[in-house]
T-cell receptor
Framework: GAGVSQSPSNKVTEKGKDVELRCDPI?????LYWYRQSLGQGLEFLIY????????KSGLPSDRFSAERTGGSVSTLTIQRTQQEDSAVYLC?????????????FGNGTRLTVT | AQSVTQLGSHVSVSEGALVLLRCNYS??????LFWYVQYPNQGLQLLLK??????LVKGINGFEAEFKKSETSFHLTKPSAHMSDAAEYFC????????????FGQGTRLTINP
């Protein structure tokens, strides 16, 4: 079946511009996660959705970052006024139910480069 | 809050040799534990998971991991490395508070020498 789909796969933007990253989770998965993977770093948690609500936004680095999820499905991560330090691979993952015994299924990520 | 430490950002072994990737977590409460693998230019794939059913967990591609509560460790092993095992490996533990997200280690890049 279809996995987690992220678009675009690559995005190059100029410093100061806004970007939107999209995630299509696996159909029926209620939980959706955004992580960031920087060069030489591990995965940094950004935000978690259960349905359309976000119980945990603790990982968003600043108020330039926001995310929403509509219809319990597609999610968009928006970065306003991008900075060079925002350059990273942004990973989306979904799971069937709230994490515990249900593993995360990851997309291939969006590689963001801020010039 | 949970934290995960992977000892060794790079590990290099010869083809056919034992693979040992180390992972330690911080919590005294046995959480859910996972190993994920990321092949070049691909997303993360689940390798195996520990959910308290058994301390020795077998995963895909011949990998296994042993949960040791007394050592707060969950090291990943494979008896005989194959060239196709070259990848980055991430240990992850569920957040102890409500188990709502995974906390990942920094990753270990495994290189296999012919």
């Amino acid at each position: 079946g279809a996995g987690v789909s992220q678009s675009p796969s690559n995005k190059v933007t100029e410093k100061g511009k806004d970007v939107e990253l999209r995630c299509d989770p696996i159909s029926g998965h209620t939980a959706l996660y955004w992580y960031r993977q920087s060069l030489g770093q591990g995965l940094e948690f950004l935000i978690y959705f259960q349905g359309n609500s976000a119980p945990d936004k603790s990982g968003l680095p600043s108020d330039r970052f926001s995310a929403e999820r509509t219809g319990g499905s597609v999610s968009t991560l928006t970065i306003q006024r991008t900075q060079q330090e925002d350059s990273a691979v942004y990973l989306c993952a979904s799971s069937l139910v709230q994490l515990g015994n249900s593993p995360l299924h990851f997309g291939n990520g969006t590689r963001l480069t801020v010039t | 809050a949970q934290s995960v430490t992977q000892l060794g950002s790079h590990v290099s072994v010869s083809e056919g040799a034992l693979v040992l990737l180390r992972c330690n977590y911080s919590s005294s409460v046995p959480p859910y534990l996972f190993w994920y693998v990321q092949y070049p230019n691909q997303g993360l794939q689940l390798l195996l998971k520990y959910t308290s059913a058994a301390t020795l967990v077998k995963g895909i591609n011949g990998f296994e991991a042993e949960f040791k509560k007394s050592e707060t460790s969950f090291h990943l092993t494979k008896p005989s490395a194959h060239m196709s095992d070259a990848a980055e490996y991430f240990c992850a533990v569920s957040d102890a508070e409500g188990a709502q997200k995974l906390v990942f280690g920094q990753g270990t890049r495994l290189t296999i020498n012919p």
